[in-house]
């Protein structure tokens, strides 16, 4: 009778998921970012075993893949990455003079050289005074304007349908960061604290003449001679130069009152 009515124990609930489907669903996942779970389970289903397409959702869910549409979409980093080479960047910032007025500094940096434009400054930024500091940087480009495919900036009341406008006819896309997401912007916010942390902040400054004129050294300074990690520490206008053994002289040019330095070697 024991032998006759003992069943074989199993657990309550559903059987687990076998590591041959759990290791399958994550693969069909990964390989086919397009696919939905309905899709992978019709896939494996195509293939011998079957399984139900909420079991692939939960796999899904739980290994932290996201639903199909935002998964076949590049995210933000991956974004910039792929288009480097097409992408300027813009924002303002504003700075105190010892007179308490407030100027406002507008630059835009290209991603794929790190190499920046300080625009203008201005006490009062019109909306034509923007949008003709959007055309003054179209004259700098020249040509290389049509190399560019997107703009990206924030949402501040400053940039107005105007100031698109100009990059819009040029072909270029104005990509609108999100509120408070200052990462959204990230390089264009990297220059700003730099020029604060290397400049601004370690000399007062007496009216928009004299800032123009601190940011024009500033300018060449960037582009000619500080060197960038991104651009495994070459300048966005001058490369490495090639490695050598021997000892060698150094000279030094001072910028600013001495506040920066520039170093080169002496022929």
């Known amino acids: 009778m024991k032998r006759r009515w003992t069943y ?79 992408i300027l960047a813009c924002d303002f910032f504003s700075v105190e003079t010892v007179t308490l007025t407030r100027l406002y500094c507008f630059a835009v940096v290209e991603h794929a050289t790190r190499r920046v434009h300080v625009l203008g400054v201005t006490a009062n930024p019109t909306a034509a005074w923007v949008a003709q500091q959007a055309r003054n940087l179209m004259l700098d480009l020249g040509d290389r304007a049509g190399d560019f495919r997107f703009l990206i900036r924030d949402r501040d009341s400053k940039f107005t349908r105007l100031f698109d406008e100009v990059f819009m006819t040029e072909g270029i896309r104005v990509v609108l960061t999100a509120p408070h997401a200052p990462r959204m912007n990230a390089i264009m916010e990297q220059w700003v604290g730099s020029v604060r942390r290397e400049l601004l902040d370690r000399i007062l400054i007496m009216n928009a003449c004299h800032l123009r004129k601190v940011l024009a050294e500033y300018e060449t300074y960037f582009n000619g001679h500080r060197p960038h990690r991104a651009l495994k520490q070459a300048s966005p206008l001058r490369a490495l130069p090639d490695p050598v053994d021997a000892d060698i002289k150094v000279t030094r040019r001072d910028r600013v009152g001495g506040l920066l330095h520039e170093y080169a070697q002496v022929a």
Do not use: C, H, M
């Not at 998921?17 to 389970?41: C, K, Q, S």
């Open 8 to 86: 074989p124990r199993r657990g309550p609930g559903r059987p687990p998921i076998r590591p041959t489907i759990r290791a399958l669903v994550l693969r069909l996942a990964a390989e086919n970012p397009d696919w939905g779970y309905r899709r992978i389970a019709g896939q494996i289903a195509g293939l011998g075993p079957k399984v139900s397409p909420a079991t692939v959702w939960a796999i899904l869910k739980k290994a932290g893949f996201d639903p199909a549409p935002r998964r076949s979409d590049p995210n933000w980093a991956q974004f910039l990455k792929a288009q480097a080479s097409g």
